[in-house]
């Protein structure tokens, strides 16, 4: 598939997926959220809380985000809620330890050579304050962390984007499980698959207006805080932030589809060479071949 419509395709299904999706973000970001201000005096307990939920969560919200496009494409059936948990465990066992490792080491080095050129003493008040304790170490981290340079969040998620379209068809190919007969897909099916599409999705949604973002706001200069004096206007950098992963996780519902008819496609002439067909013969049907296979 041309990458133009592949693109055109992704936005136009991320308006379904943000209806299925942000519904039940709500309902779980006002728990988190909730938990999260019982601890707001407690920066070990508010780490923790990350750490213990966080990436759960966020697996959650990607495994279902994406079944709802898979469910707007008919390319899976209805969920099956027994086997969301076990879908959710499977994608944190795989797919997010080398998400993170990638991520991480992108991002981190990516960070630190930031740093290192724009040398504005962040590091050292940083250390500075961590040598505090209690309820006043508290306060000046959440002071530290608003002057926050966003340009060094670049790295972050670049590698997130670089990331999620190595292991997108992967991760979809996992979604599709949750259901009562779920396809035979193996631990690593789909790696790598459509990778330049969902790149090039992931970047012109996500990465380029973050770059574009941080230019408007003052480049090198800019800080985390200067998100939050944007007034009502960072309710919309919120909104474009939630549509744009709408976008990411329809990208890979689609290329999921996309690999599906591709093997469809080659196990069909693998069939044929064995059985000796010619192209005079009558074609097989691959979705009403993909449809029989479903409900085996």
């Known amino acids: 598939m041309w990458f133009g419509k592949f693109l055109l395709k ?12 942000l519904p039940v973000l709500g309902i779980t970001a006002y728990g988190v959220s909730t938990v999260y201000a019982l601890l707001e005096d407690e920066f070990i307990g508010q780490m923790m809380l990350l ?3 966080v990436l759960p969560v966020l697996t959650l919200l990607t495994v279902l985000a994406i079944r709802g496009g898979m469910t707007v494409l008919n390319v899976t059936d209805g969920s099956d809620i027994a086997k969301i948990m076990g879908v959710m465990t499977r994608v944190l066992r795989f797919h997010v330890p080398f998400m993170l490792i990638f991520v991480v080491v992108l991002g981190l080095s990516s960070t630190i050579t930031g740093f290192k050129f724009m040398d504005n003493g962040y590091v050292e008040e940083f250390n500075r304050i961590t040598s505090f304790s209690g309820k006043f170490q508290s306060f000046f981290i959440k002071d530290i962390m608003m002057k926050f340079p966003i340009m060094l969040f670049s790295g972050w998620i670049l590698g997130y984007c670089i990331a999620f379209a190595g292991m997108g068809v992967s991760i979809a190919g996992a979604s599709a499980m949750a259901v009562a007969k779920p396809p035979n897909h193996h631990q690593i099916w789909g790696l790598g698959a459509q990778f ?4 090039g999705v992931a970047m012109l949604v996500f990465f380029v207006p973050f770059i574009l973002g941080v230019l408007v706001l003052g480049g090198l200069n800019a800080e985390l805080k200067d998100i939050l004096n944007l007034g009502v206007f960072k309710y919309g950098v919120a909104i474009y932030f939630l549509w744009a992963l ?22 069909t002439a693998e069939l044929e060479a064995m059985a000796g067909l010619h192209a005079d013969r009558p ?14």
């Open 51 to 53: 750490v213990l939920f």
């Open 196 to 199: 330049g599409n969902l790149l």
């Open 246 to 267: 709408c976008a990411i996780y329809a990208s890979a519902a689609i290329a999921y589809g996309m690999t599906i008819e591709t093997e469809d496609a080659r196990h």
């Open 283 to 296: 074609k097989v049907d691959l979705a009403a071949l993909r449809k029989e296979r479903m409900k085996k």
């Open 10 to 21: 992704s936005l136009i299904l991320s308006l379904p997926v943000a209806l299925f999706w």
